[in-house]
């Protein structure tokens, strides 16, 4: 195994307070949560943890807040994540692997259109999809 050098320590460093920040909130624009409870994990919620940070990181957004929580009691949908764009109601994504998180990314996040094909509801309605 070769040795560490300082500029991949310091590489590293940054990487880690990028992934810092993003879980950190603050001002932001859009608020995104990764189901993380055991059965989202199970169904692979680390992988779309890592699918969003992947996408904060390649558009440099820095007005979203990344972060995570238990079980939305819908067990057999995970992995989910529940969108929020400032001033609109909060939108719960399915069934997810990376690549919907990839397009609700750019028409979600970026461009703030539901991607209705994978929500489940917006608020406290179920979506018209």
Request: glycine share 8%; proline share 2%; charged share 35%.
């Amino acid at each position: 195994m070769p040795k560490l050098t300082i500029k991949d320590l310091q590489k590293i460093k940054e990487k880690k307070k990028r992934t810092s920040k993003l879980r950190e909130g603050g001002d932001y624009r859009v608020k995104i949560t990764v189901h993380m409870g055991t059965c989202g994990i199970a169904a692979g919620a680390r992988k779309i943890m890592n699918a969003f940070i992947e996408e904060i990181e390649k558009h440099d957004s820095s007005d979203i807040f990344l972060t995570n929580s238990g079980c939305a009691g819908l067990c057999s949908k995970e992995p989910m994540a529940t969108i929020e764009v400032l001033d609109q109601a909060p939108v719960k994504y399915i069934d997810l692997n990376e690549k919907k998180v990839e397009e609700i990314f750019q028409k979600h996040v970026m461009g703030g259109n539901i991607a209705k094909e994978y929500a489940l509801g917006k608020g406290s309605e179920k979506t018209d999809a």
